[in-house]
């Protein structure tokens, strides 16, 4: 009878001491406040190959390379098996799939909610950022909902009256009155500043600038500021927010050179990421509460390397043609959650996981929240 006695204590207090141990190691994992997510816009497996090819001798690591967490990306649309940016960029932003062209609203036309918004509807900070025009697709989907992704001068008036806190790209001709500037004539700058942004239009004044609330609007020639300095600006605005921020940062070169087949653009919107994500991962490293996500919308080109010849001895670049291919992407995660960016994802999961990894869901008819 106490030899019965002495193992149920014991097997009382093995079990006591597991879940001990279980709620210790869930208090000391780091909380995911932030997330710093950036997009290589048509970033094939392809381009990351071919910049770690450029690099020194054939084994060159990318910054990319460092990352603990990798996967494979799913990128069709609702109708298509070839995403464009607008619907890839809206199964990004919310979670759900919807026809190409469509800004954040599904194929009925109904609006589909956004992790920037979820986040803003828990407190948070938000921001994005990009090379190309901020009210292009992949930006836009992030704070705006409308039938076309043409509709930019719509897409404007969205942005300067949501409750984003940062805002960055070129495009100043959909914000602006006058001859070179809006169809409909409306100031839209005049009302960003009555809805407290500082309005920022080249790099000296992206150095200066220190307001709550930052539209950039700049030209990006060889004086024009860099994806990384406006990662660090935004992340140095955002992170006054103790209760965390959601930024998207987007390099829109590599979608641009695979448009066009030109190896060297592509391999310069893919530095241009490099650079941005080592900014992102000097302050996750730091901050500890801050999960950084990269991935891409979509290929683009179907960029392959084969072996170099006499001009070019490193890799010889092949492309399929000068449009978006059905082909799978990578995605890359450090920080707390980083372990649930594996295996083969659709590209609607990753802002269900971001949003689960804040105690929220975020999905659409149909199309419920993946079990991870």
Same mark, same amino acid.
């Given at each position: 009878m106490r030899s019965a006695i002495r193992s149920s204590a014991r097997r009382l207090t093995l079990a006591f001491l597991l879940l001990l141990f279980s709620v210790v190691d869930i208090e000391a994992r780091p909380r995911v406040r932030n997330i710093i997510f950036i997009i290589g816009d048509g970033m094939g497996i392809g381009a990351v190959t071919a910049a770690r090819c450029s690099g020194p001798g054939a084994n060159g690591q990318l910054v990319l390379d460092t990352m603990p967490v990798t996967g494979l990306v799913k990128t069709h649309s609702a109708g298509r098996l070839v995403t464009d940016s607008a619907a890839s960029g809206t199964a990004l932003a919310t979670g759900c799939k919807t026809d190409n062209g469509s800004i954040s609203v599904d194929p009925g036309g109904r609006v589909l909610p956004t992790i920037l918004e979820l986040a803003g509807e828990m407190g948070k900070s938000s921001g994005v950022i990009t090379t190309d025009t901020v009210t292009s697709a992949t930006p836009a989907v992030f704070y705006a909902h409308v039938d076309s992704r043409a509709r930019e001068e719509d897409i404007a008036l969205q942005l300067v009256e949501s409750r984003?806190?940062?805002?960055?790209?070129?495009?100043?001709?959909?914000?602006?009155?006058?001859?070179?500037?809006?169809?409909? #004539?409306?100031?839209?700058?005049?009302?960003?500043?009555?809805?407290?942004?500082?309005?920022?239009?080249?790099?000296?004044? $992206?150095?200066?600038?220190?307001?709550?609330?930052?539209? #950039?609007?700049?030209?990006?020639?060889?004086?024009?500021?860099?994806?990384?300095?406006?990662?660090?600006?935004?992340?140095?605005?955002?992170?006054?927010?103790?209760?965390?921020?959601?930024?998207?940062?987007?390099?829109?070169?590599?979608?641009?050179?695979?448009?066009?087949?030109?190896?060297?653009?592509?391999?310069?919107?893919?530095?241009?990421?490099?650079?941005?994500?080592?900014?992102?991962?000097?302050?996750?490293?730091r901050d500890r509460h801050t999960?950084?996500?990269?991935?891409?919308?979509?290929?683009?080109?179907? $960029?392959?390397?084969?072996?170099?010849?006499?001009?070019?001895?490193?890799?010889?670049?092949?492309?399929?043609?000068?449009?978006?291919?059905?082909?799978?992407?990578?995605?890359?995660?450090?920080?707390?959650?980083?372990e649930k960016f594996t295996g083969t994802l659709d590209n609607t999961d990753i802002p269900r996981i971001i949003a689960s990894l804040w105690g929220r869901t975020l999905g659409c008819a149909g199309n419920p929240p993946p079990a991870r």
């Open positions: 984003i806190d940062v805002a960055m790209g070129s495009g100043r001709r959909y914000f602006a009155a006058g001859p070179d500037g809006r169809k409909d #004539g409306l100031d839209v700058l005049a009302r960003a500043r009555r809805n407290g942004f500082d309005v920022l239009l080249d790099a000296p004044a $992206l150095a200066a600038g220190g307001g709550k609330r930052l539209l #950039g609007l700049f030209s990006f020639d060889d004086a024009g500021p860099r994806l990384e300095s406006m990662l660090e600006k935004t992340l140095g605005a955002l992170a006054r927010n103790r209760r965390g921020f959601f930024v998207m940062a987007e390099s829109c070169l590599p979608d641009k050179g695979g448009h066009k087949n030109d190896i060297a653009l592509s391999l310069r919107g893919v530095n241009e990421l490099e650079n941005a994500l080592r900014c992102a991962l000097r302050f996750a490293a999960l950084v996500v990269v991935t891409a919308d979509h290929d683009t080109g179907g $960029l392959a390397v084969q072996n170099g010849d006499e001009r070019n001895p490193r890799f010889t670049p092949a492309w399929v043609d000068g449009h978006h291919t059905g082909n799978m992407v990578a995605v890359y995660a450090y920080g707390p959650g980083a």
